[in-house]
């Protein structure tokens, strides 16, 4: 009887311990990360038939990517890592992962410009999952502008914001020059923000920001789009070229908190990025930190623009690096990413 027992929690601790690595393996692949940044632990060690299968049930043929695909390359790099470790474990590989396999490979040069990524996220032990949909495209570089594709400093602050929930509660946050709107949404999600505006200034941003939008949140019957009872989202278009105070005045009404991920990259746009944080700043009550997360490519570009915060008025500190716990990403070593508290000076 003690050794049936004992078996029988053995049994389902093991189930328990293999259900949690598959889960994270699920995570790492829905938001494609690289395979080659893959946790992988060791989920693929002696996997059996029924758990190959299952494995391919909970990553490749998950439902939901037929509505929302992941780039089909990035599929065939799976598998094919999968098929490999097996093989060179001498494992029977599951039918099923070559049939699939084929198939990917079938459609790989109809690969769509756009595609899919999902981000899944709990912010504590105790939270539910929530998931962010993401459309982006596959170039950094498209369509004359960088704002369809997902840069690091986007995830970098997302990250941050995370580990800070608190500064995000009950808040009006603005998002200046949001791109996809990645950080925007998982605020959205998981830090309990009051508002959250999302804006940038290029029309087929704002497209693709919008369609974001509505794939991840409901309107409610004032016809805007919120999430669970306290959190509205939107999204506009914000130009820091053209924007005046009667814009503030009569689109934004309030703001506590902007953020801004990888908008510092070309020194024309200083000038002008810098004019639309001090308007908010100076026309927004209780709007007091820009919080800016910077990929550091080029230190000179960096210094000019932190040179030019004492011209407006604006002081700045250097926030501890983030570093990746809640969501799956890493900077990359030739541009390290700085998070910025910037506020007004002191008179
Ligand atoms: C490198 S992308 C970063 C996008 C996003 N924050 C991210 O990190 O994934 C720079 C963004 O700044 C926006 N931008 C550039 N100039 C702008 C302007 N004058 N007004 C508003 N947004 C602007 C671009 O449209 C683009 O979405």
């Not at 029924?50 to 990553?59: G, W, Y």
């Not at 925007?184 to 200034?201: E, M, N, Q, R």
Request: aromatic share 10%; hydrophobic share 40%; glycine share 2%.
């Amino acid at each position: 009887m003690f050794t049936f027992k004992f078996r029988l929690v053995c049994t389902l601790f093991t189930m328990k311990t293999e259900n949690h690595c598959l889960l994270d393996i699920q995570t790492q692949f829905l938001c494609c990360l690289p395979i080659k940044k893959f946790a992988w632990k060791d989920t693929l060690k002696d996997l059996s038939w029924d758990a190959q299968k299952n494995l391919l049930n909970e990553t490749v043929d998950l439902v939901i990517l037929q509505k929302y695909p992941l780039d089909t390359n990035y599929v065939i790099r799976f598998l094919r890592f999968v098929i490999n470790d097996l093989e060179s474990q001498a494992i029977e590989v599951h039918d099923d992962l070559y049939t699939t396999l084929c198939a990917y490979q079938s459609k790989s040069n109809e690969n769509a410009e756009y595609f899919y990524k999902h981000y899944r996220i709990r912010a504590n032990e105790n939270d539910d999952f929530q998931t962010v949909i993401l459309k982006e495209n596959r170039n950094k570089i498209s369509q004359g502008t960088t704002g369809l594709n997902i840069w690091e400093s986007a995830l970098a602050i997302s990250e941050w914001a995370l580990q800070n929930k608190n500064i995000f509660d009950s808040k009006n946050v603005i998002e200046l020059g949001a791109g996809t709107g990645l950080s925007s949404l998982i605020i959205a999600k998981c830090c309990s923000p009051k508002s959250i505006c999302i804006t940038d200034g290029h029309v087929k941003v704002i497209e693709n920001l919008l369609e974001n939008v509505h794939n991840n949140f409901e309107k409610s019957s004032d016809d805007r789009f919120h999430h669970g009872t306290q959190t509205v989202i939107d999204a506009m278009m914000l130009d820091w070229m053209t924007i005046t105070e009667k814009f503030i005045k009569e689109r934004l009404m309030q703001v506590d908190l902007i953020i801004a991920a990888d908008v510092i990259y070309d020194n024309l746009l200083f000038e002008s990025l810098l004019t639309t944080v001090r308007m908010l700043f100076d026309h927004c009550d209780n709007c007091e930190k820009f919080m800016l997360a910077n990929a550091v490519r080029n230190e000179d570009t960096e210094h000019e623009f932190l040179m030019k915060l004492g011209t407006f008025g604006l002081q700045y500190q250097v926030e501890p690096t983030i570093t990746s716990k809640l969501l799956y990403w890493e900077p990359n070593e030739f541009s390290p990413i700085k998070l910025y508290s910037i506020t007004k000076k002191r008179q």
